[in-house]
């Protein structure tokens, strides 16, 4: 999943995407707001980490503009305000939740997750191709009722696929989701993730369900794959 972090005390924003990046995230940061509405409407993330005192335009007015623009995007709010006014403003401009710094990252992250899986409940049902589903809401995979253990990377990526399944899904697009915008390594790692993901939800079922579309991408057949 790729979050943006809009904050612009530099050291928490590196902090927070260094850690976040460790649990298996894409993680997007940018400082001012203007920058941060731009990169929002621009890309698609899974949630927004957004300051409210930042430089140009405050986080109150581009929570405002999303929601404005009909943006739905889980907006977990930060400061270093206190106080109910603070967060009514903030919940009222349409934020999803508010966290007041100093903070604990267990928290952050627990906050985080938790408006994730409301997003996708709301959202997105199980996914089933055949006897294999996948679960967004839960991060759970399984084939034939026997569940399969995937890390937060390779869920994003089977995710993007099952999403999209029966079409191709090309490597740029695969990149551009599940890792940040700053990644600058081989593109090929997408390949790496394609092979993992085909050992652990294929091989062992005795079928073929990803299959490599030469010069295009891949595509995740619908019903599950063939032997």
């Not at 405050?58 to 006014?85: F, H, Q, W």
């Not at 740029?172 to 993992?196: K, Q, R």
């Amino acid at each position: 999943m790729r979050l943006l972090i809009v904050e612009d005390e530099k050291r928490l924003a590196t902090a927070l995407a260094r850690g976040l990046a460790a649990e298996g995230f894409a993680v997007d940061v940018v400082h001012d707001g203007a920058e941060g509405l731009h990169r929002a409407r621009e890309h698609s993330y899974d949630l927004i980490v957004l300051d409210i005192m930042l430089p140009g335009m405050n986080g109150y007015r581009v929570c405002s503009a999303l929601r404005a623009s009909g943006d739905r995007t889980p907006i977990l709010m930060l400061t270093a305000k206190d106080g109910e006014y603070d967060e009514a403003e903030g919940l009222d401009t349409g934020a999803d939740d508010y966290l007041t710094k100093p903070f604990s990252y267990v928290v952050l992250l627990a906050r985080i997750r938790a408006l994730l899986r409301r997003r996708t409940l709301g959202g997105t049902p199980v996914l089933r191709l055949g006897d294999l589903s996948v679960d967004p809401g839960a991060q759970r995979v399984r084939r034939g009722g026997e569940e399969i253990a995937l890390t937060t990377r390779e869920f994003a990526v089977l995710e993007q696929l099952a999403l999209r399944a029966g079409e191709v899904v090309s490597k740029a697009e695969i990149l551009e989701h599940v890792w940040d915008f700053a990644y600058d390594g081989d593109p090929n790692i997408v390949e790496v993730y394609v092979s993992t993901l085909r050992r652990k939800i294929d091989a062992p079922f005795g079928v073929r369900s990803i299959t490599t579309v030469r010069g295009a991408g891949y595509r995740l057949e619908r019903d599950g794959g063939t032997p």
